[in-house]
């Protein structure tokens, strides 16, 4: 199974939530169903939850990059740049958990003491959840058995309630071990503005041809500043996170349709089928006709 991404109007992620009229999402997923075991960096408004079920992978949290291995686990705030990934094509089992912040919103005072504070909290885009390492063991163990047992729980039909109910004592939790917040005015940079802008465009154009000026200018800098970025952020040229982007597109086509390898090519903006074909091969070590087939 390969996961495609679609975005709202301000190019954040659109998610899929599990539940119709809650946004709560849960799935369990390995690192080998993205492209060279590298998930397309992006962001939402979501509050993210990583829970590493075996293996290990690496994450990128606004091109800052930390380790997890088998029983730790990360919390990426709202509106941060992130993606897992492994260099060496290490396999990796995780539990990938999304809530809303609205679902603790129900009365102002809730949103205004208790959200909003760790929401703008400039010193705290991601917390690892290391239970092993002392004295943070306690309160991180039991955010991650919280969420492994959420998930067990998912096909239940109070499985929302039990959502809220956790997301509320997880969130308690963080709010309580956050670092102070000192800084002053808004969290997010200027470059990570740059960035969101810039992938956004690509999400929204990949099916097209696009040029370096084009990305450049879709964040308001020049090619080389653009380049910059790129790497800092995702260890990628613009045009190998494009091509990468089309990629994981179309491993999601090739999964769910009937188009022909050609059609696939083309809608996925790659020139031509022997072009995409070459690089799917260099990227996945197989054609896309035999992942198609492998996937059957």
Request: net charge positive; glycine share 6%; proline share 5%.
């Amino acid at each position: 199974m390969t996961v495609s991404i679609t975005l709202n109007d301000d190019r954040s992620e659109k998610i899929r939530y599990n539940y119709p009229g809650y946004p709560i999402y849960m799935r369990e997923a390995l690192l080998s169903q993205y492209p060279e075991y590298r998930a397309p960096s992006h962001w939402h408004d979501d509050i993210e939850f990583i829970c590493v079920l075996s293996g290990g992978m690496k994450y990128n949290i606004n091109g800052e990059i930390v380790n997890l291995k088998k029983g730790e686990g990360i919390f990426v705030n709202s509106g941060q740049m992130h993606s897992g990934f492994s260099d060496d094509g290490q396999e990796c089992g995780f539990l990938c958990l999304l809530f809303h912040p609205m679902l603790l919103c129900s009365v102002f005072p809730y949103e205004n003491d208790f959200v909003t504070p760790l929401i703008q909290n400039s010193r705290t885009p991601y917390l690892l959840l290391c239970p092993e390492q002392a004295p943070a063991a306690a309160w991180q163990q039991e955010i991650l058995s919280r969420l492994r047992l959420l998930y067990r729980n998912r096909n239940s039909h109070t499985a929302p309630l039990r959502a809220l109910s956790s997301f509320a004592l997880i969130w308690s939790l963080l709010l309580e071990h956050a670092p102070a917040d000192t800084a002053k005015g808004k969290r997010q940079s200027q470059d990570l503005t740059i960035v969101k802008n810039m992938t956004g465009f690509i999400q929204k154009n990949y099916r097209k041809k696009i040029s370096l000026a084009e990305i450049a200018s879709s964040g308001a800098v020049g090619q080389s500043k653009c380049c910059r970025l790129f790497a800092r952020y995702f260890s990628q040229s613009p045009n190998e996170y494009l091509n990468h982007y089309r990629l994981s597109k179309s491993l999601d086509l090739l999964h769910n349709t009937d188009m022909s390898v050609t059609e696939i090519a083309l809608s996925v903006g790659f020139g031509g089928a022997s072009y995409f074909a070459e690089t799917f091969r260099k990227r996945m070590g197989i054609s896309p006709t035999e992942f198609r087939r492998q996937d059957q």
